[in-house]
């Protein structure tokens, strides 16, 4: 099955620098890699996805990059606010687009954005 | 169009007991999924469900766990004869017909 990698584990930052959280996946098959933002006692909430037909989204300070050929994504948070403070879950699924499928999740990444 | 609902949000059960979880995804959405998040852990899928279906189960224990998707009501995430490693959030998630899942709330389950 799925192996989904997430580093680092933990993440601190000044407020203002840029965050960027790395992952690697196993099957070549996945094709959908969303990225979830979870806060302390909170639900996960995503924050922003990626298809394997695209490399790279972008929504405001948030981008998420694509390298299929290496099967890694990453998640760059750019002019990173108190407010950005949480722990951050890369996840990745395969199967037919438009269907559902499980999702596998990386080990999360506390980032801590220092004012 | 209320987010996708978990009740209840707290549990606490006694070892030997029987946990009942439930789970009602948002409106529109025929699919739910239900993981298991242990302190300062990942989430870890367990099942897999579609309206009176399971798809995939590949990921829930094969004893005292079982889960359901009724036609008509939530979903239920079912666990007999709790023991202390059960204590964990269990979260469920929805999905429509696309494979953006949304999560629930959670459900913080203590076994004393």
């Known amino acids: 099955g799925e192996n989904v990698e997430q580093h680092p584990s933990t993440l601190s930052v000044q407020e203002g620098d840029s965050a960027v959280i790395k992952c690697t996946y196993s099957d070549s098959a996945s094709n959908y890699f969303p990225w979830y933002k979870q806060e302390l006692g909170k639900r996960p909430q995503l924050i922003i996805d990626?298809?394997?037909?695209?490399g790279e989204k972008k929504d405001q300070r948030i981008a998420v990059t694509l390298n299929k050929t290496a099967k890694h994504f990453s998640l760059h948070i750019t002019e990173t606010q108190p407010e950005d403070s949480a722990v951050y879950f890369c996840?990745?699924?395969?199967?037919?687009?438009?269907?559902?499928?499980?999702?596998?999740f990386g080990t999360g990444t506390s980032l801590t954005v220092i004012p | 169009n209320a987010g996708v609902m978990q009740n209840p949000r707290h549990l606490v059960r006694r070892r030997g007991q029987e946990a009942r979880l439930r789970c009602s995804p948002m409106k529109g959405h025929s699919h739910v999924y239900w993981y298991r998040q242990l302190p300062e852990e990942g989430l870890k899928f367990m099942v897999y469900l579609q309206k009176e279906n399971i798809i995939d189960e590949s990921g829930m224990p094969k004893e005292r766990f079982s889960a359901e998707f009724p036609k008509e009501g939530p979903s239920i995430l079912r666990i007999q004869q709790v023991v202390r490693g059960d204590s964990a959030a269990y979260f469920c998630?929805?999905?429509?017909?696309?494979?953006?899942?949304?999560f629930g709330p959670g459900t913080r389950l203590t076994v004393l």
């Open positions: 998630a929805s999905s429509p017909w696309t494979d953006t899942q949304y």
């Open positions: 996840a990745a699924s395969s199967g037919p687009i438009n269907t559902g499928n499980q999702f596998y």
């Open positions: 990626i298809r394997s037909n695209v």
